[in-house]
C-alpha cells in the first residue's frame, strides 16, 4: 500500500514539474510575442521602432492611428502607402524614399493617391477615377480624393448622415467654389448614406433569423440565396457610389432594402 502511495506521489510530482514547465515555455512565448496581435509583423522594423517611439508625440500618435486601423488588421504596414525599407535598423535607410504628402513625388500626394490605393482597393478606384469629382482633382489639383472621406489611414470611414452633408458641403455650399452650383449635394449625399445604413440593418435582421432558422433545422435555402443576391448588389452600389452617381446610387439601395424586407417578413411568418 505504501509502495502505492509512493508511486502516485511521483506521478504526481511529474505531472505538476512537466505542466509548470510547458507554462514556463508558454509565457516565454507570449513575452516574445508582437503585442496586439502583430505577429505579421515580426520582422517590420517600421512596426518595431515606432511601437517603442513615444516623441515626437505627432508621429507617435500617427503611428497609434494606425495600429487601430483596418490596414493594421489586413496586414498592410507602413511602407505599403509610405514607401520606406521595412528591413533596414537604420533610420536614414528605413526613410529613403519617404516623403511629405505636399511633396508632388509622395505615394500620399492628393492627385497619386489613387495609384497608391489601387494596389488593394481595385474596384472602387476604378470607380472614383470615373467621377467628375476625380477629374476635378486630376485637371485643376482642387477636389476630393480617397483621404478625403477615409482620412489618410482608413482609420475612418463615413456613415454617419449628417457627417456625410457636412463633409460635401465643405465644397457644395462654398459660395466661392464653382461647386457652389449643385448646392443639394450635401443633402442627397447624406440620404445616399442613410440608404444604405437601413439596407444594411434589414440585411443584418435577416441573416440573424436564418440563423435563428438553421438552428431549428428549418429549410432555408431559398430565402438565403436571394439575401446573398441582394448583399452583392448593395455591395456593387457601395462601390459605384464613389462615382458619386448619387441618383443611381439611392435607387439601388432602396431596391436591395424593399426586397430585403420581404425575405425578412417571409422568415417572420415562418415563426422566426
Not at 34 to 61: K, M
Not at 218 to 233: P, S
Request: aromatic share 8%.
Amino acid at each position: 500500500m505504501l509502495r502505492i502511495k509512493l508511486a502516485f506521489l511521483v506521478l504526481f510530482g511529474a505531472v505538476v514539474a512537466f505542466g509548470f514547465t510547458i507554462s514556463l515555455q508558454t509565457s516565454s512565448a507570449q513575452k516574445k510575442s508582437p503585442p496586439y496581435g502583430l505577429a505579421a509583423y515580426r520582422d517590420n522594423q517600421c512596426v518595431i521602432c515606432h511601437l517603442s517611439l513615444t516623441e515626437p508625440l505627432r508621429v507617435s500618435a500617427h503611428f497609434y492611428e494606425w495600429l487601430n486601423s483596418r490596414h493594421a488588421e489586413k496586414a498592410v504596414g507602413c511602407e505599403k502607402c509610405h514607401g520606406g525599407n521595412v528591413l533596414a535598423k537604420d533610420k536614414e535607410d528605413a526613410h529613403k524614399g519617404v516623403l511629405r504628402s505636399s511633396f508632388a513625388q509622395s505615394r500620399l500626394h492628393l492627385q497619386n493617391l489613387t495609384t497608391t490605393c489601387n494596389a488593394c482597393h481595385q474596384e472602387t478606384v476604378t470607380a472614383f477615377v470615373q467621377s467628375k469629382h476625380f477629374q476635378k482633382l486630376k485637371d485643376s489639383g482642387n477636389g476630393p480624393s480617397c483621404t478625403t472621406c477615409h482620412h489618410h489611414m482608413a482609420s475612418s470611414v463615413i456613415y454617419w448622415p449628417p457627417e456625410t452633408s457636412q463633409l460635401c458641403a465643405t465644397c457644395h455650399k462654398a459660395e466661392s467654389n464653382p461647386a457652389a452650383q449643385y448646392a443639394q449635394a450635401p443633402a442627397q449625399a447624406a440620404d445616399v448614406i442613410a440608404a444604405f445604413s437601413r439596407a444594411d440593418e434589414v440585411i443584418e435582421w435577416s441573416q440573424f433569423l436564418i440563423s435563428e432558422g438553421r438552428k431549428r433545422r428549418m429549410q432555408l435555402r431559398a430565402e438565403e440565396e436571394e439575401l446573398k443576391k441582394q448583399e452583392q448588389i448593395l455591395k456593387a452600389a457601395k462601390v459605384k457610389w464613389h462615382e458619386f452617381d448619387l441618383d443611381g446610387s439611392r435607387q439601388h439601395a432602396d431596391q436591395v432594402f424593399n426586397e430585403a424586407t420581404k425575405i425578412k417578413n417571409r422568415l417572420v411568418r415562418k415563426g422566426l
